[in-house]
C-alpha cells in the first residue's frame, strides 16, 4: 500500500501546473478517496526519516495528503526508470502485459545487430 501512495505521489507531486496552481485542487479527508489517515501518518515519518523533501496525493481531483514543502520548486533526476518500472509492475499486475511472451512473439526487435535465437 505505502508503494502505492508513493507511486501515486511521485507521479503527481512532479507535474509542472500543481506547484504553480495549487487553487485547482479541493481538500479532502483520505478515507473519502479510500486512504488512511493512520497510514498516511506513517508516510509522513517515512518521508520525514528518508530525506524527502515534499509528496503531494491527489485522488480524483482532491488533495487527500500534503507534506513538505509543496509549493516549491524541485530539482528532480532520474526519475522516468523509476516511474516506467512501476507502471510496467502495475499493468502485470492487471494482466495487461504477459512477462511470459518471449521477445519475438511480442515483436519486439533491436537496432542492428539484431537479436538472435541465442542473445
Known amino acids: 500500500m505505502i508503494s502505492r501512495i508513493l507511486l501515486l505521489g511521485i507521479l503527481l507531486g512532479s507535474i509542472k501546473c ?4 495549487p487553487n485547482q485542487f ?5 478515507e ?4 488512511s489517515t493512520e ?9 520525514s526519516e528518508s530525506g524527502s523533501s515534499s509528496m503531494l496525493i491527489i485522488v480524483g481531483g482532491n488533495i487527500i495528503f500534503e507534506w513538505g514543502e509543496t509549493n516549491k520548486k524541485h530539482l528532480v ?9 512501476s507502471l510496467y ?4 499486475a492487471r494482466g495487461q502485459i504477459d ?10 526487435n533491436d537496432i542492428d545487430p539484431k537479436l538472435t535465437d541465442q542473445s
Open 89 to 92: 509492475g502495475i499493468a502485470i
Open 77 to 85: 533526476h532520474s526519475m522516468r526508470k523509476a516511474i516506467l518500472n
Open 26 to 30: 479541493s481538500y479532502a479527508e483520505p
Open 39 to 47: 497510514k498516511l501518518e506513517i508516510l509522513k515519518n517515512y518521508l
Open 99 to 108: 512477462t511470459t511472451m518471449t521477445l519475438r512473439e511480442l515483436r519486439i
Open 18 to 21: 500543481i506547484a504553480q496552481n
Open 32 to 35: 473519502s478517496k479510500g486512504f
